[in-house]
């Protein structure tokens, strides 16, 4: 086996590094990191995290280069790995996104609606960018790319580039942990269909027995993710769905509701989430800290390692597990096409994943859903890829939480100054950090 194995982390100045280093020393004695590349434009982040990174390392005992670099073509040079976990735009972005839609009565939020467009507006020509480098530069390599929203990242690279791409997200695997432990099972049948951030589980099924419509009778719901304030499903809506939501479908299933509160909200998400991450560096600055802060949970990042680090494990082992991972839909879902991203369960091995089919399956009202916000997706990606006015306004009338054309219209033009210097495709003249 190739003992020469190099991993680059694209956005390494994150908080949430500490979560994949923890989970490369879990994995040490099956991951044979010879190098791991830590590469940010941002200094001051990368200059912090990167130490505790390599204290971390240090620590644990492992025989691995550290590089911190903010140069991309370093980082990705003969890498097997590369991880990307960006935010263009960093965080102040981001509150944008929550606090001008609010002024259009539109929900502001970091990947659904309007919000959500626009940070894949940012974040998909970065992407492509490094995608195009890694033809070049590591064409064997995987991207593994946990960046939001990671569904219309994966829509836009895996059939606007040659790269070999997986996205990934943690909600699946908390829905799965929260289910197996609220229904006492060990190793569950979990049949979970979906678009990133728009997913159900559809059955449960362990030794023959069928648990979902116990499940649906308790209105049993999965675990809500951290970073969304989260009030839960009826036992009305989940038996009406007849499936168990993830806790994103809260923003479509209760609009209003999250509309009012995220008006009547002091802070934003992204607001906390400044003052969090200020407070972890100030952790990750003392040299005498080893390993992951507790803080680092209330990010919303939990079980973030074991997700990301399992799968790269996966693949570098080629241990054919199953994961549930974005990628083309390549007829696992006969309702959706072939060359849609969409989420769902996946064997994992050296040679990628391969989507797990799920036959006749007959739920209209995920299907509907689904299909719907999947042409929400692609007009976004066409408007991503092309500057196309057009196109993002054709997704926003598509957007279940926009629809407005006069709202999605003037919020659209307001956000699209707000974020000129990370928008080339709508403003080519000027120059992109």
């Not at 839609?101 to 502001?108: D, S």
């Not at 990750?284 to 680090?309: C, Q, T």
């Amino acid at each position: 086996m190739n003992t020469k194995l190099k991993i680059a982390i694209i956005g390494a100045g994150s908080t949430y590094t500490p979560e994949l280093i923890e989970g490369m020393i879990k994995r040490k004695d099956v991951l044979p990191i010879s190098e791991l590349v830590l590469m940010d434009i941002d200094e001051r982040k990368l200059s912090i995290v990167g130490n505790l990174s390599e204290r971390m390392i240090e620590a644990a005992g492992l025989s691995c280069r550290v590089v911190k670099t903010d140069n991309l073509d370093t980082a990705l040079t003969d890498a097997d790995f590369v991880l990307a976990q960006m935010r263009v735009g960093k965080l102040p972005a981001r509150v944008l996104d929550e606090t001008i839609p609010l002024k259009y009565n539109l929900i502001g939020q970091e990947t659904c609606g309007i919000g959500g467009f626009f940070k894949a507006m940012r974040t998909i020509p970065v992407m492509l960018q490094i995608a195009k480098r890694m033809e070049e530069l590591c064409p064997n390599a995987w991207l593994i790319n946990f960046s939001n929203p990671a569904g219309i990242i994966t829509e836009a690279l895996l059939n606007h580039s040659k790269v070999k791409m997986l996205g990934l997200c943690n909600v699946p695997y908390n829905m799965f942990k929260s289910i197996r432990e609220t229904l006492d099972l060990n190793q569950p049948d979990i049949t979970y269909v979906g678009l990133n951030h728009l997913s159900w589980i559809t059955a449960i099924e362990e030794n023959g027995t069928d648990y979902l419509k116990s499940a649906l009778d308790m209105g049993l719901n999965s675990e809500a993710m951290k970073n969304i304030p989260s009030s839960g499903f009826s036992k009305e809506l989940v038996q009406m769905v007849g499936a168990i939501p993830s806790s994103y479908l809260e923003y479509y299933y209760f609009k209003e509701k999250k509309l009012k509160l995220l008006s009547e909200s002091e802070l934003t998400r992204g607001q906390k989430c400044i003052q969090i991450e200020e407070e972890l560096l100030g952790i990750y600055e003392d040299s005498e800290l080893h390993s992951k802060p507790e803080l680092l949970s209330s990010r919303g990042g939990a079980n973030y390692s074991e997700v990301a680090i399992s799968l790269v494990d996966a693949i570098y082992n080629d241990k054919q597990e199953v994961h549930v991972v974005n990628l083309l839909n390549n007829g696992a879902l006969e309702f959706m096409e072939d060359n849609d991203a969409v989420e769902v369960c996946a064997v994992i091995g050296k040679d990628g994943a391969k989507p797990v089919p799920v036959p006749g399956f007959d739920n209209r009202h995920i299907i509907d859903y689904m299909r719907m916000v999947k042409a929400y997706e692609r007009e976004t990606v066409a408007a991503a890829v092309t500057g196309s006015e057009d196109a993002a306004m054709r997704a926003l009338l598509m957007n279940p939480l926009v629809g407005d054309y006069n709202s999605a219209h003037d919020c659209f033009q307001e956000l699209k100054e707000a974020h000129k210097e990370y928008l080339p495709q709508f403003f080519p003249a000027v120059r992109t950090v």
